[in-house]
């Protein structure tokens, strides 16, 4: 079976777990095909499937977060591009000409499948975006699930209610539109959990490090939040043994130590370092949340302003007794909290455990790539 993948280019996460589920496609002989932009361009750029790119807008960052303002100015200003990218996604499926559509957090493919009457899956992390306006979102909640809808069937790569991260992003749309879940599956996050089990035996847990800060976001927010880190980090140091990873893939080999913080440009394999770190700073992203979740890491979430997925993240973590979170107008106006938090998670550190190990054991119930795999055949 021949099958195209269209991936969301804005931050690593859709890159990553979109990537892990062609593999385990292609393991069985189909045929696949990748679309993206941005960061998803980077990330595919040396991966063994063919790739194909569009033009697609990005958030616009400042240095505390999203700027809602500037998007908005972007979005008006180029709006040609959003028709590029809608024609970019029509001209490479009409030339391929797939027996089925994966599509990982983007509106466009989903219409042009329907227009060449191609089944299709969705994978996201939210059926409705969260905004803080409750007007809007109520809005928002009851037509997103129905644009989503289009396609055939929906992969939430999140673990099942109770213990769903982006809670407010999915199990409230759902209430709202029932008729929805006839077509919407919890997978958890897309791994090989038999690989991953296998894996994390083999990976030495003695903890290295005191504080992980682990940097994983859009390019334009990795600049601004690295930069405000570093200083944070070098605070830290003087009284814990800090990694501070970068997150830049471009830096792979860059490491340097001082006294007490080692500098990383890039992490190789996240599992290994969260499990040799007895806490986890990190932006409030699904994926580095999720494996946290997995090397049973106790977080601190930072999410960025105006940044509504992470911030609804960063409450449930802290709603499932998992770690702690700053609200983005308190973290970038008062420091002192960022080190009263790092403490609490320290001095409590047991506390956090015990609630991890239960949702990492619904988690791992959850399918995983098998499932989404087993879904996306179902089509076929």
């Not at 959990?193 to 083999?202: A, I, Q, V």
């Not at 449930?316 to 080190?339: A, C, H, N, Q, W």
């Not at 119930?365 to 795999?373: E, I, L």
Request: hydrophobic share 40%; proline share 4%; glycine share 6%.
């Amino acid at each position: 079976m021949r099958i195209v993948f269209s991936v969301c280019g804005i931050g690593m996460g859709h890159s990553h777990r979109s990537y892990r589920l062609m593999k385990a496609l292609a393991r069985e002989g189909h045929e696949i095909f990748v679309i993206t932009s941005g960061d998803g361009a980077v990330f595919f750029r040396d991966k063994e499937f063919k790739a194909f790119y569009v033009e697609e807008l990005d958030f616009e960052w400042s240095e505390s977060g999203v700027s809602l303002n500037r998007t908005i100015a972007k979005s008006l200003e180029h709006s040609y591009t959003l028709y590029k990218h809608y024609t970019g996604e029509r001209r490479v499926i009409n030339m391929l000409n797939p027996d089925l559509i994966v599509v990982d957090s983007r509106g466009a493919p989903l219409i042009v499948a329907k227009q060449y009457d191609i089944p299709s899956v969705l994978i996201t992390n939210q059926l409705a975006v969260i905004s803080r306006y409750q007007t809007i979102d109520k809005v928002i909640a009851r037509y997103m699930p129905r644009f989503w809808a289009l396609a055939d069937k929906i992969i939430v790569s999140d673990i099942s209610p109770p213990y769903t991260i982006t809670y407010l992003n999915n199990v409230y749309p759902l209430s709202i539109d029932p008729g929805l879940e006839d077509k919407v599956y919890f997978t958890g996050p897309l791994l090989d959990f038999k690989w991953l089990s296998n894996h994390l035996k083999k990976i030495n847990n003695d903890k290295v490090y005191d504080v992980f800060i682990f940097i994983s976001a859009p390019s334009l927010d990795r600049k601004f939040y690295a930069m405000h880190m570093i200083g944070l980090a070098k605070t830290l140091s003087k009284n814990h043994k800090v990694l501070l990873s970068i997150g830049e893939p471009k830096f792979r080999e860059y490491k340097i130590s001082l006294n007490g913080l080692d500098i990383w440009g890039w992490v190789k394999d996240p599992f290994e370092m969260l499990s040799k770190s007895k806490i986890v700073v990190l932006r409030g992203g699904q994926t580095a949340i999720m494996e946290s979740i997995i090397t049973m890491t106790p977080m601190l979430v930072l999410p960025a302003y105006n940044q509504t997925e992470q911030i609804e993240n960063a409450r449930r973590v802290k709603t499932l007794g998992i770690g702690e979170y700053i609200d983005p107008d308190i973290f970038y106006s008062d420091k002192k909290m960022f080190f009263e938090k790092v403490e609490q998670l320290l001095s409590r550190y047991e506390y956090y455990i015990d609630n991890l190990k239960v949702v990492r054991k619904k988690l791992f119930s959850s399918g995983g790539v098998d499932k989404a795999r087993d879904i996306i055949l179902g089509l076929a």
